[in-house]
T-cell receptor, first 116, second 114 residues
């Protein structure tokens, strides 16, 4: 069964450094998402992406964040200058767009980002 | 502010027993409600999706109900198995043109013991 994959599984970085989290969505999906989950907290929406542009973003997704689909398969989240509070699990998700409102969003296994 | 509240926060049950998890939401207007299962350290996996016009949806041993008037949903798990141990998350999607944003609850942590 197709699945969303994410790399790396765990990323440790120093405060102020740039990180890029990578995702490979399910191949025929058209909508892509990033979510984060701070340890012990609920999952929070960051951004959705369709047709090579951001379709929606939350208040969390400020100028430090950017997303890109550099080729036909990868979907990346970049954090320009990491802060301690960026430490969280970051989940990528994708959906196929056939029934947009009730589309199932398939989540990847997550990347645990630790900012020191 | 759109909120999704779940209860109980955690639950321990014996293998083979049934249980019911609760969800209250204030998201309005509301499009659909989803239940996800999240194993520790893993991404959420979709169990059910219900639109505002649906009252119940089943997926194997999982049955979700929805009362859009009272803004309540429940997830009933029958004949629990050890592999059901996970967090169960209620997720609501608002009815807003162009928005696919999901609002998550904090989840109910279910532990099934032998």
């Amino acid at each position: 069964e197709p699945e969303v994959t994410q790399t790396p599984s765990h990323q440790v970085t120093q405060m102020g450094q740039e990180v890029i989290l990578r995702c490979v969505p399910i191949s025929n999906h058209l909508y892509f998402y990033w979510y984060r989950q701070i340890l012990g907290q609920k999952v929070e929406f960051l951004v959705s992406f369709y047709n090579n542009e951001i379709s929606e973003k939350s208040e969390i997704f400020d100028d430090q964040f950017s997303v890109e689909r550099p080729d036909g398969s990868n979907f990346t989240l970049k954090i320009r200058s990491t802060k301690l509070e960026d430490s969280a699990m970051y989940f990528c998700a994708s959906s196929n767009g056939t029934a947009i409102v009730t589309d199932t969003q398939y989540f990847g296994p997550g990347t645990r980002l630790t900012v020191l | 502010k759109n909120q999704v509240e779940q209860s109980p926060q955690s639950l321990i049950i014996l293998e083979g027993k049934n249980c019911t998890l609760q969800c209250n939401y204030t998201v309005s207007p509301f499009s659909n409600l989803r239940w996800y299962k999240q194993d520790t350290g893993r991404g959420p996996v979709s169990l059910t999706i219900m639109t505002f016009s649906e009252n119940t949806k089943s997926n194997g041993r999982y049955t979700a109900t929805l009362d859009a008037d009272t803004k309540q949903s429940s997830l009933h798990i029958t004949a629990s198995q050890l592999s059901d141990s996970a967090s169960y998350i209620c997720v609501v999607s608002p009815s807003r043109a162009g928005s696919y944003q999901l609002t998550f609850g904090k989840g109910t942590k279910l532990s099934v013991i032998p």
